[in-house]
Each structure stands twice: as C-alpha cells, then as structure tokens.
C-alpha cells in the first residue's frame, strides 16, 4: 500500500473556475503532472461526475469529493480546491443542486482505502468550524497541516 501524496502543490486556493468541469479538470491536469494520475484519469472523473454528483451541502460551505475508480490512478493523493466564487455541483444521491467552495480530490489506488478515506473526510465536513478555516487560511502549508492532522495519516516524501 502506497503512502497518501498531499502537499502545498496539491492545494489550489482562490481558484477563479466558472463550471465543476474547469474546476475538475485542473485539479486533475495537477494530479497528472505529478505523475499521480494516469491520462485516463480526467475523462474518467468528469463521467462519474455526471453519472454520480459528489456534492454535499455541509453546515459550512458545501463540499464536493470527485473522485473515480482505481485504475486511473497510479499513487493515491489528495488535491484540494479552495474555489474563489461557489460553481454548482449535483447533490450526491439528489435531483438538485449546491454550491461548492471547497472541492477534495482523491485519487485512490486501491478501493477499500477509497471508503476509509471518505469516512474520514465525513468527520471533516460536519465541522463547520473548519470548513470555514479552509476557505479562509492562506497559508497553504497550516491547511495542509490540519487536512492530515484531521485525517491521521503519516505521509512518506510528501513534499
């Protein structure tokens, strides 16, 4: 099992996007320029996206988690998105709509890790408190710092 790769490079803050699939597609064409993601990876996150909506409306700010199967993905990361302006995401599970602020990225390169990923980020967006924190912290290295130290993992060669 590969250690879990998120760094300052990973964290986009007052990103200006004007859809979910520029928003996607960066976050994406950054995880591949770190050779985390295969190609394949961008096409096949925009398509789950619209198959399975990954927002979800918070206490905070909405979130939204987009993410795709594992054979996309070449070492697992995270890549986080701080947006400057909110772009609608569907609902996950819904008909309708939110608008997200902050978007978190996974990119998981075995499925059961995926799941125990996602239970820990739910711990993260039922805190309002540090939702708001992310959005408006701009030292990326102190967001990056309470990301891992909410989700407890130890990282190997990070930076």
């Keep these: 099992m590969s250690s879990l790769q998120f760094d300052e490079s990973l964290i986009l803050k007052d990103m ?10 960066l976050m994406a064409d950054r995880l591949a320029e770190k050779g985390f993601v295969k190609s394949s990876y961008k096409q ?3 398509e789950r996206e619209e198959e399975f909506s990954t927002g979800l409306p918070t206490h905070g700010c909405s979130v939204a988690i987009p993410h795709t199967d594992s054979k996309h993905v070449n070492q697992k990361a995270i890549s986080l998105a701080i947006l400057k302006h909110p772009v609608i995401f569907g609902v996950m599970g819904e008909c ?11 990119a998981m390169d075995e ?13 993260i967006f039922q805190n ?9 912290e701009t030292d990326k290295s102190k967001i990056k710092e309470k990301v891992l130290t909410q989700l407890e993992f130890s990282l ?4």
């Design 16 to 25: 200006e996007v004007s859809s979910k699939e520029e928003a996607i597609s």
């Design 96 to 106: 309708t709509t939110t608008p997200v602020k902050l978007i978190f990225m996974l």
């Design 128 to 136: 309002a408190e540090m939702l708001h924190y992310f959005c408006k």
């Design 44 to 46: 096949a996150v925009l």
């Design 111 to 123: 499925e059961h890790s995926q799941l125990t990923l996602l239970q820990r980020l739910m711990q």
């Design 156 to 159: 190997k060669g990070g930076e």
